[in-house]
């Protein structure tokens, strides 16, 4: 009797699942989409930026008739960078804004809050500003990520420095928090392939610039190079120090969830001897198709505000779901919906070669190593790193 109880539920289960997948919560003629970001604190520049990109292509979308005649809406509701908030709101967008699916979020604390309630209300989790493991692996058919992992920076990063300037003592510095804690663990995987340890490391409270005793342990380490897992202004606040304490020659490393435009102001010229690993290439890139195209929408919906990486990422991730949401068709849903992202052909991003399938909900490959040279960025590598 217990076997049937058991089938019974599990059968259940199976239909619930499929169900609420099949549940179009599109009101009218509008799909809507939530968004739970920093817009304020710390971190607020990139959830603004990641809104702002999406928020434009959605909108050129539109004025061009929509996806099979229904318009896009993005609400964004302010997580203030706290797992709490984020929680919060997501349950809102999904019990009372009924949103077709999550997108944008960002943050990796933010995204493992999020998580669970995505679980419970099997709810798509689209584009998050993230490069955390959970997200990858194991694979989830609630969520289909854009960018890199952690794991392919930091991997990429270390390369690098070994490659090009012959480094092997390396500091880490870093926020203390699922995010740092991630990324660090791609850190040390990444110097074990090359037979090395951290040298040293140093942390930080999260929306916090509590680095200076961080800065102290990583000094009396004295490292050639520190790589530096946090949000800009801990990170340039650390950097600008360092330098003043007698670490000219030391080269620091950031990862893209540093938001790179807002490190290079927040650092006022200090900028020698930074790198700064991408997950999509220079916006100003003319040979780029998807770049050319992000500048025009962009410009034309924010003439007053400068191209940068992270409104390019959100910018991407907006045509990814729009590219699904064309494939899905007419008879929308999200079980169709999902199904749309394995299906989309290798090119549909113009400019950047995309694979999703059941087993690997990453969409893009590629980590470009960045400086900032006279004004302006430069890529000085690109490396392909896989998600294994």
Known sequence: MKKYYFVAFALIGVFFWRYTLQNNYIVGNQIVLGQSCPLTGPAAQLGLQMMK?????????????????????????DDFYEPDYARKNTIELITQQHVFAMFGEVGTPTSKAALPEIQKYHVPFLMPFTGAEFLRNPPNPLIVNLRNSYYAETQALVEYLGLTYHIEKIAVFYQNDSYGKTSLEGVKRALEKRGLKIAAEGRYRRNTLSYRNALQTIKLSEPDAVIMLGAYKPCAEFIKSAKKSGMER????????????????????????????????????????????????????????????????GFLAAKLVVKALEKAGQALNRENFMEAFEQLDRKALDGFEITITPNDRQALERVFITDYHDGNFRQLEEVWVTND
Not at 55 to 61: D, K, N, Q, R
Not at 276 to 281: E, L
């Open 250 to 313: 030391t080269v620091f490393c950031n990862i893209s969830f540093v938001g790179s435009d807002d490190l290079i102001r927040a650092l006022q010229g200090q900028t020698e001897n930074v790198l700064i690993s991408q997950v999509v290439p220079l916006p100003w890139d003319n040979k780029n198709e998807a770049a050319q195209e992000y500048r025009e929408i962009y410009r034309a919906h924010y003439p007053d505000d400068p191209y940068g990486f992270v409104s390019f990422e």
């Open 53 to 77: 990109g999406a928020t434009a292509y959605f909108s050129s979308i539109n004025k061009q008739g929509g996806v099979h005649g229904r318009t896009i809406s993005l609400i964004t509701n």
